[in-house]
């Protein structure tokens, strides 16, 4: 695996990766990894020839009180995880490369970043879409893979690829989940023994609405007793809970397919997000 941190010395890297018609898939990443991304990878590989994975702390998706410098940074343990699962190439630029001195240009996709965690993150998905557009410019791949666990993030990133026409198939993992059913997430390295604990009442209260959901629940009191039951668990605050169409991310008071549970709740200082499936196929 080429670790590269020059865009140039990429393009070429790229370039020889794909001779032949040889396919390319990209894993964006911020490192900290886990077997939720090393998924992502695992898929990359099995829908195109090889794989770039990119390691990049992205500022300008972090708000001014967020946890950009304490995000955990361990780039040689990431390295070994993505070796081993035969990455080709690891992008791991700097800040500087990525966002020379001057740099003035923003991607906002307006309609799906507004609501949800762009409510409650203002900014972070502009930042989001901006590196996403810049990842897929320097790496240039044939496909793309994200998780299914940053639900809107996966819905901004389809809808900007489709709006300013990149040449990229975006493809959604399932989320991977801890045996308790919690979201694997880098931010879980946040949680005291006692919070990881209680954070299962999380995944499980979203699993109970989805199921009430579909089976013709009342989707007000469905969402209202998981908000309950996560509470009880030990949650301290939600910043969200709803259903939403899986694509556009419209809320919806009743539910109709495609359809996804979205939720964000706070447990101590860390902010945790998950969505559900209503259906089985979405
Ligand atoms: O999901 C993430 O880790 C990040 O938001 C991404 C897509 C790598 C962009 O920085």
Known sequence: MQII????????????????????ALVPTMGALHDGHLSLVR???????HVVASIFVNPTQFGPNEDFAAYP??????????????????????????YPEGHSSHIEVAELGADYCGAARPGHFDGVATIVAKLFNQVQPDVAVFGE??????????RMA??????????GAPIARD?????????????????RKAAAAFPAALQQAAAAIAGGADVGKALADAEAA????????????????????ERLQ?????ARLLAAARIGKTRLIDNHAVNASY
């Open 5 to 24: 941190r020059d865009i140039e010395t990429l393009r070429e890297a790229v370039v020889a990766l794909k001779q032949g018609g040889k396919s390319v």
């Open 43 to 49: 898929m990359g590989r099995e829908a195109a020839d």
């Open 73 to 98: 940074r361990d780039e040689a343990r990431d390295a070994a995880l993505l070796r081993g699962e035969g990455t080709a190439i690891l992008w791991a630029p700097d800040v500087a490369t990525v």
């Open 149 to 158: 666990k940053d639900w809107q993030q996966l819905a901004i990133i389809r």
């Open 162 to 171: 489709r709006d300013l026409d990149f040449p990229v198939e975006i493809l």
């Open 179 to 195: 045996h308790d059913g919690l979201a694997l997430s880098s931010r879980n390295a946040y949680l005291s023994a006692e919070e």
């Open 230 to 249: 996560i509470l009880a668990g030990g949650f301290d605050s939600i910043d969200y809970i709803a259903l939403a169409d899986a694509e556009s991310l």
């Open 254 to 258: 009743q539910y109709r397919p495609p």
